[in-house]
C-alpha cells in the first residue's frame, strides 16, 4: 500500500478521496497525532520512571484532519471494539483460571488470550492507516493509503 506525506499545513487542501477506500467524500476526521521520542527508551535499564518522564517530555501533538468516508471509520471502530472486548474478557478469564481452576485451564486461556491480543494488534495493522509525525511536527506521513488518495494528493499539487 502506498504511503502519502504532506506538511501539516496543507491538510486544509487535502483532496477529497478517503484515505482509505479511495472514494470521493466530503467526510473528514480529525486524528490527535502524537511525536514520541525513542531516545528516553535507553534510560529503561536504569529507571522506567526516567524513561517515562522523557517520553512525556519529549512529545509533541498535533491535530490532523484527513478525508475518511463514515463507513471506513465505522467499520475500524467496530473491530476494534470488538477486538478490545475480547481480549479483555479472555484476560479476565485466564486470571480467574490462574486462582481458581486448575493450571491446565490457565494454559489454554493463555493461548487464547495471545489469540485474542493478535487478533488485536492485526485489526489495528491492517484497519487503519498508521499515521506518524515527525520531530519537527511539520511532515505527516500516513501509511497504507489508498492508491487513489496519493494520485489525488499528486495531482492537486501539480495543480
Known sequence: M????????????LPHVCIK???????????????????PLLLLPISILASVVGIAAGSRHVSVTVPMTGRAVAR??????????STAITCC??????????????????????????????ARLVLWNAVLLDRDCTVVTVT???P????????????
Open 21 to 39: 477506500t479511495g472514494q470521493p467524500t466530503s467526510d473528514c476526521v480529525t486524528l490527535r497525532v502524537a511525536y514520541r521520542p525513542a531516545w
Open 93 to 122: 478469564g485466564f486470571l480467574l483460571a490462574l486462582t481458581l481452576i486448575e493450571r491446565t485451564a490457565a494454559v489454554v486461556l493463555l493461548a487464547l488470550l495471545a489469540a485474542s491480543i493478535a487478533a488485536h494488534v492485526g
Open 144 to 146: 497504507r493509503c489508498h
Open 148 to 159: 487513489l488518495f496519493v494520485q489525488a494528493l499528486r495531482a492537486a499539487r501539480r495543480a
Open 76 to 85: 475500524y471502530r467496530a473491530w476494534w471494539q470488538w477486538t478490545a472486548w
Open 2 to 13: 502506498p504511503t502519502a506525506r504532506f506538511y501539516v499545513g496543507e491538510q486544509s487542501s
